[in-house]
T-cell receptor, first 117, second 112 residues
Framework: DSGVTQTPKHLITATGQRVTLRCSPRSGDLSVYWYQQSLDQGLQFLIQYYNGEERAKGNILERFSAQQFPDLHSELNLSSLELGDSALYFC????????????????FGEGSRLTVL | DAKTTQPNSMESNEEEPVHLPCNHSTISGTDYIHWYRQLPSQGPEYVIHGLTSNVNNRMASLAIAEDRKSSTLILHRATLRDAAVYYCILRTKLGNTGKLIFGQGTTLQVKP
């Protein structure tokens, strides 16, 4: 158990719909990272938040957005869903990730499997 | 971020040592070498990391070449539970946000 909790574990929805994935980081971790894993693209970094602020951005589509709340949990919102958005979405957390340059290992949740029909 | 090159797949027999190679010829002096693995149906998990010297922990050993252009992850006695995708990742020390950029990794198959 990594200590990172993701909900829901599975989600099936239709094209054009909107979904929200939730992530609770490990206690004390300030950074939250979102990744997308599909069969043909591997693990793709989407976005990182540190203590409520966006810290780094990767290959995140404009239809996707994320935020980190004061209690440090994070949500990834996916809208106007397409078939190609079907994937595993992982959240990870780490204690650092600010401007100090101090790094630490990332702890990953078990993922949310999104199926778009 | 500097790139790494790993074999797509490797096979090992249970209870034998496994050496997983990684080439990173464009590594810079401030890049740490990280290894993560992803077991089937799970999120990635940290294995080990190092900068210049060889490193050991309870999961594995990391051997780093003297010129740092390559490294090897060593599993001393492979078990069936070690079947996973192993990712070798470079992460800079300077101005780093902490994010990891994953490549394709090496799929390790362990045979009983």
């Amino acid at each position: 158990d990594s200590g990172v909790t993701q909900t829901p574990k599975h989600l099936i929805t239709a094209t054009g719909q909107r979904v929200t994935l939730r992530c609770s980081p490990r206690s004390g971790d300030l950074s939250v990272y979102w990744y997308q894993q599909s069969l043909d693209q591997g693990l793709q970094f989407l976005i990182q938040y540190y203590n409520g602020e966006e810290r780094a951005k990767g290959n995140i589509l404009e239809r996707f957005s994320a935020q980190q709340f004061p209690d440090l949990h994070s949500e990834l919102n996916l809208s106007s869903l397409e078939l190609g958005d079907s994937a595993l979405y992982f959240c990870a957390s780490s204690v650092a990730g600010g401007t100090s340059g101090i790094t630490g290992e990332l702890f990953f949740g078990e993922g949310s499997r999104l199926t778009v029909l | 971020d500097a790139k790494t090159t790993q074999p797509n797949s490797m096979e090992s027999n249970e209870e034998e040592p496994v050496h997983l190679p990684c080439n990173h010829s464009t590594i810079s002096g401030t890049d740490y070498i990280h290894w993560y693995r992803q077991l089937p149906s799970q999120g990635p998990e940290y294995v080990i990391h190092g900068l210049t010297s060889n490193v050991n922990n309870r999961m594995a050993s990391l051997a780093i070449a003297e010129d740092r252009k390559s490294s090897t992850l060593i599993l001393h006695r492979a078990t069936l539970r070690d079947a996973a995708v192993y990712y070798c990742i470079l992460r800079t020390k300077l101005g780093n946000t902490g994010k990891l950029i994953f490549g394709q990794g090496t799929t390790l198959q362990v045979k009983p």
